[in-house]
């Protein structure tokens, strides 16, 4: 009781202090990042002051909750640019989780307890070897500062994936998960309508103050229309497996109203990938519901239209260099060169890749084929192959295939309609998200996709864990 009660002293004194003290800095004037310095500074001795009365595994999931939510908020609040490092609320959270989760395994000394329990070792230690080969790859990039940048954005991805396996280690963790995403779509939706029929847009969007023709698209907090279309694929598959798996009828019943709004807003878009990820994802997951046998058959039958599908557009794509560049290509034409050009620089560096972030570089100053100054290649497993290599896109492929099947023998074996609403809305969103993806410029910036692989990693780790047969959610 009287820990309690000197915690909640404590806490009260910070706010008060906290709150006085940027006061005043704000009122003299000072800069942006003495203000941040000042704030990272109070919140560490605050934890300092409270590490021994908190009970620090509930603040770190605490946190780790909050940190979700901000993902959905992406950049529209205190966006803070340090050189060329930008630092917002979604960044600020991750350095406190991460700041939070060393305090707490430090003290209890129980890092390998963590580890023990993580039942996807191999996942994590692929994507810490995709880190560590993009470092390595800055020996032979062309520039060091997109090479830096491009690091920096998959260490923070990486990071909050392992933060999340760490910490959602129960499905009840999960299912909070899951609803934070469920409702905080709705917030996103609530602002692509607004986007739309008031043509107005948040700063954060690339169309904010630009022609008239294109305020009526829906971006939300997002750069551009075609990542939000990206987000809302994923969350349409989340409604549908609530409507299928929630014996709520109330929860069914909006979860249909949300997930038929999820198309809408991703028609109004015009991006052509979400609407294609829609369709191929309504199609998995009729396979994954039907019998085993049957099941299987069609995923042969499908696999094999689509490995001859793609051998018959191989044949049917020139790459060979043109003798001169097409001045005006269409927008088909120039998606197709970008990734025959990722395709020549993959080759030209036997595989290894052109090096972190480096892609965008090559395009602009060594392009083969025409792109009409676009310099991201908009798919984001050509992105993976152009700038990391072989090994890295083909660890890529076996984690997203080892993923999809891990979920798919739970999903077969589970009775229980939480998990199978979980696994089921994974499963179909990683096939959907991946068609899906060939639609934003570039995926190492768009922080719901870690947050998604995150939750889906975590998912797979608990699923495979022991402790899940004791374990009942009702």
């Known amino acids: 009781m009287e820990i309690n009660l000197n915690a909640k002293l404590a806490s009260g004194v910070a706010v008060i202090t906290l709150s006085a003290l940027f006061l005043v800095f704000y009122l003299i004037d000072m800069s ?23 009970d620090m595994n509930k603040l770190f999931t605490s946190v780790m909750y909050i940190l979700v939510i901000s993902t959905f908020f992406n950049q529209s609040f205190i966006k803070l640019q340090l050189s060329f490092f930008s630092l917002f609320l979604y960044r600020m959270l991750l350095i406190a989780a991460l700041f939070l989760f060393i305090v707490y395994v430090l003290r209890e000394r ?49 990071l909050f994936v392992y933060l999340a396996v760490f910490t959602f280690t129960r499905v009840s963790k999960l299912l909070v998960f899951y609803g934070i995403w ?9 602002i692509g309508l607004i986007n739309h029929f008031g043509q107005i847009q948040l700063p954060t969007s690339t169309l904010y103050g630009g022609p008239e023709y294109k305020q009526a698209y829906p971006t939300a907090v997002f750069f551009n229309q075609n990542d939000f279309a990206t987000f809302l694929t994923i969350s349409f598959f989340f409604y549908c497996s609530a409507v299928k798996n929630s014996s709520n009828q109330l929860l069914r019943l909006s979860s249909v109203v949300l997930a038929l709004l999820c198309v809408y807003i991703i028609y109004l878009t015009e991006s052509r990938a979400s609407l294609l990820a829609l369709i191929i994802g309504l199609f998995v997951y009729m396979v994954i519901l039907l019998p085993r046998y049957l099941k299987k058959i069609v995923l042969v039958v499908a696999g094999a239209a689509g490995v001859g599908g793609l051998a018959f557009l191989l044949q049917m794509v020139s790459f060979e260099p043109p003798l001169t560049m097409t001045e005006n290509p269409s927008s088909n034409h120039v998606r197709l060169n970008l990734l025959k050009n990722t395709f020549h620089y993959f080759l030209n560096t036997y595989g290894f890749g052109v090096g972190a972030g480096n892609l965008p570089f090559y395009l602009e100053y060594k392009p083969i084929f025409n792109t009409a100054g676009v310099l991201e ?13 072989i090994v890295i896109i083909v660890g890529y492929i076996i984690m997203y295939v080892y993923l999809f099947f891990s979920l798919l023998l739970n999903e077969e074996a589970q009775r229980n309609s939480h998990q199978k609403m979980l696994a089921e809305a994974a499963m179909v969103s990683l096939v959907a998200f ?16 870690w947050v998604f692989l995150g939750f889906v990693i ?12 004791a374990e009942i959610d009702d």
Not at 37 to 49: D, E, H, K, Y
Not at 458 to 469: E, H, L, P, Q
């Open 434 to 449: 991946l068609v899906s993806s060939i639609s934003p410029s570039s995926v190492s910036n768009l922080y719901f996709h």
């Open 32 to 54: 942006q990042p003495f203000l941040l310095f000042a704030g990272l500074w109070t919140l560490i001795m605050i934890a300092t002051l409270l590490i021994h009365s908190v």
């Open 458 to 469: 975590a998912m797979v780790s608990v699923f495979k864990s022991k402790a899940i047969r």
């Open 377 to 389: 290649v908009h798919n984001w497993l050509a992105e993976i192959a152009g700038n990391f290599g």
């Open 182 to 190: 469920l409702v905080m779509t709705i917030f996103l939706l609530i």
């Open 110 to 158: 129980n890092l390998s307890d963590y580890w023990n329990q993580v039942k996807v070792k191999g996942v994590l230690l692929f994507l810490l070897g995709w880190l560590v080969y993009g470092a390595i790859s800055l020996l032979w990039v062309k520039s060091m500062i997109d090479g830096i940048k491009y690091l920096l954005l998959l260490a923070i991805g990486i």
